[in-house]
């Protein structure tokens, strides 16, 4: 009896949400493309399955990246920054002793590929995931197979971009010396699920982590940017910050348009007397932070350089201002 009782709450999840979807930010059910690489090829989506005895499903030992394709004035997709986010990959592959067989120019083909197959066209988010597919419980990062799989699916706004409330998080960012932040490794992102999930409880859209000396790091999958009379500073990546793509283009655009920009250690109580705040991220884009801890960022008139930014950014990401055209591969 409890077997099949066990049995039909199964179905019945099964039923209520499909192994093929994921949600987003917003919690909206987002529906993967019809086709993923994987294996060395491009297969159906559905046919995309790992064993429950592999290796990075157990311990975590996988190297992801999030890239997003934006879609052009004339209709067609172009994906942001695609050699570097491949790039930082190959590099962050040294750290679990990981080997990929394609070049950084065969990814960017075949997730151009794989893009036009899945033909859609509006903004998507892409994931290239390299994990150790072999099937062993030995806690071990050599002589093991390694695989790559890249899937994709359409995605707008990951947080909202029009001003969060955010909170501190009692849990501390994961350190450096511990499993490195810079690696994108999937196994440490369980310490964003940590405080992110307690954000959300308490109400709050997002979390900012702390290092374990009490300074700013960054939110749960986002780089964090401090204003203050007339000047942005963000943390520096020796603070156990991830070196993310869209931080190092927000400060090309905001030295481009005249703004000091400073890498800095930050104090939490900044956080509180900051005439402004915002995340960056692949997911996040550019996101003003409307209050930190209940108390409200600046003096509630706005957010007028990360408005102003965040227009540039967008102008950027679509092909409006041609000096950035080099961050854009044509699908």
Not at 46 to 68: K, P, Q
Request: glycine share 8%.
């Amino acid at each position: 009896m409890k077997t099949e009782a066990r049995a039909a709450r199964t179905r019945a999840s099964t039923a209520r949400t499909p192994a093929s979807s994921a949600r987003g930010g917003d919690g909206r059910r987002l529906e993967p493309g019809a086709w993923a690489y994987f294996g060395g090829q491009l297969v159906p989506f559905s046919d995309a399955n790992v064993s429950i005895a592999t290796h990075s499903l157990n311990y975590g030992t996988a190297i992801f990246e999030g890239i997003r394709a934006y879609t052009q004035d004339d209709g067609k997709l172009a994906i942001l920054f695609a050699a570097e986010h491949y790039d930082r990959m190959l590099r962050n592959a040294r750290l679990l002793r990981a080997q990929v067989p394609e070049t950084r120019d065969e990814l960017v083909e075949i997730t151009r590929e794989l893009l036009r197959r899945n033909g859609e066209t509006a903004d998507m988010y892409i994931r290239p995931l390299l994990y150790k597919s072999a099937h062993s419980l030995r806690l071990q990062l050599s002589d093991l197979d390694d695989q790559l799989a890249i899937f994709t699916f359409p995605l707008g706004d990951y947080v909202a971009t029009d001003g969060l409330r955010v909170s501190v998080s009692a849990w501390q960012r994961v350190s450096d010396n511990a499993v490195p932040a810079r690696g994108k490794i999937t196994g440490s992102y369980v310490n964003a699920c940590m405080a992110v999930e307690d954000a959300h409880a308490a109400g709050y859209a997002e979390a900012i982590l702390l290092t374990a000396d009490g300074h700013v790091a960054e939110a749960s999958a986002a780089n964090i940017f401090f204003v203050r009379d007339g000047t942005i500073a963000t943390p520096p990546l020796s603070d156990d910050v991830l070196p993310g793509i869209t931080r190092a283009a927000l400060i090309t655009l905001a030295r481009d348009a005249g703004y000091v920009v400073e890498e800095r250690k930050i104090d939490r109580t900044e956080l509180y007397l900051a005439d402004e705040l915002f995340l960056t991220g692949t997911g996040a884009q550019v996101a003003p932070i409307a209050s930190v801890d209940g108390r409200p960022c600046g003096d509630g008139a706005g957010f007028p350089v990360t408005t102003d930014l965040q227009t540039r950014y967008f102008a950027a990401v679509r092909g409006r201002d041609p000096r950035y055209a080099s961050w854009l591969t044509p699908v």
